[in-house]
């Protein structure tokens, strides 16, 4: 008898039958079976620290899986502060195209910088000056209100339907309201000197011709009689 037979004799009849050996072959396969499954969760035992991701590998069927969410995890931690850093689109600097936010901050810095040194110098006219202010739009909308500040004190021009709104600068308001006021003098100088009609509600505003306000003017009159 072989050292086989002797093995799987399991009822010491002095040979190993056909049961005998399908036995013998079961328990190979149970025995093999549970050192593969205590190897396939031994991983877990030597498997890199996700806690600080909240990952934990006995989460996962396999080690592969577990890497593969601790890769994930790692690369979206390491790219979270492109969700809260400053927006640079105004100077054309995308945090995307940076790996680190110290990397962008100087890219940043450096943009800025350039946009300061592009600001034409008569800005300093208007004592408002970029340096001063954060972003691009901060700066041109305190450039814009410096550089329109005079429409809150020039004369008024509403009666000859000129509009310092309608005007970048004083000087060109000025000279629209001017020659607004000469047209106006030429055309209705006969407001000023003609006849007074108040007291029969003729008002010669309300004409555009002189001609036509005293043929209201002299209706008005008959009217009264």
């Known amino acids: 008898m072989g050292f086989l037979d002797d093995l799987f004799d399991f009822n010491h009849d002095g040979k190993t039958d056909r049961?005998?050996?399908?036995?013998?072959?079961?328990?190979?396969?149970?025995v093999t079976k549970d050192e593969k499954e205590s190897d396939e969760d031994d991983w877990r035992t030597y498997a890199e620290d996700g806690s600080e991701f909240d990952l934990d590998p006995e989460d996962f069927e396999n080690e592969y899986e577990y890497y593969d969410a601790l890769n994930d995890a790692a690369e979206e931690a390491r790219y979270k502060w492109r969700e809260s850093c400053k927006d640079g689109s105004e100077f054309g600097v995308d945090p995307k195209d940076y790996e680190t936010e110290e990397d962008y901050e100087e890219a940043l810095s450096d943009a800025r910088e350039e946009w300061i040194?592009?600001?034409?110098?008569?800005?300093?006219?208007?004592?408002?000056?970029p340096e001063d202010f954060e972003t691009k739009a901060e700066f041109e909308s305190a450039l814009k209100e410096a550089k329109h500040e005079w429409r809150d004190y020039c004369e008024d021009g509403e009666d000859y339907d000129v509009y310092p709104e309608d005007y970048e600068t004083e000087e060109e308001y000025e000279n629209a309201l001017e020659e607004a006021e000469k047209v106006w003098h030429e055309k209705y100088w006969w407001r000023d000197y003609c006849e007074d009609g108040w007291d029969y509600d003729v008002y010669p505003e309300d004409?555009?011709?002189e001609k036509e306000y005293m043929e209201a003017l002299e209706k008005a009159k008959r009217d009264a009689q």
Do not use: F, Q
Not at 119 to 129: A, G, T
């Open 19 to 30: 049961l005998e050996w399908w036995l013998a072959h079961k328990l190979y396969l149970d």
């Open 207 to 209: 004409y555009e011709t």
């Open 117 to 129: 040194e592009s600001v034409c110098d008569d800005i300093y006219d208007y004592d408002v000056y």
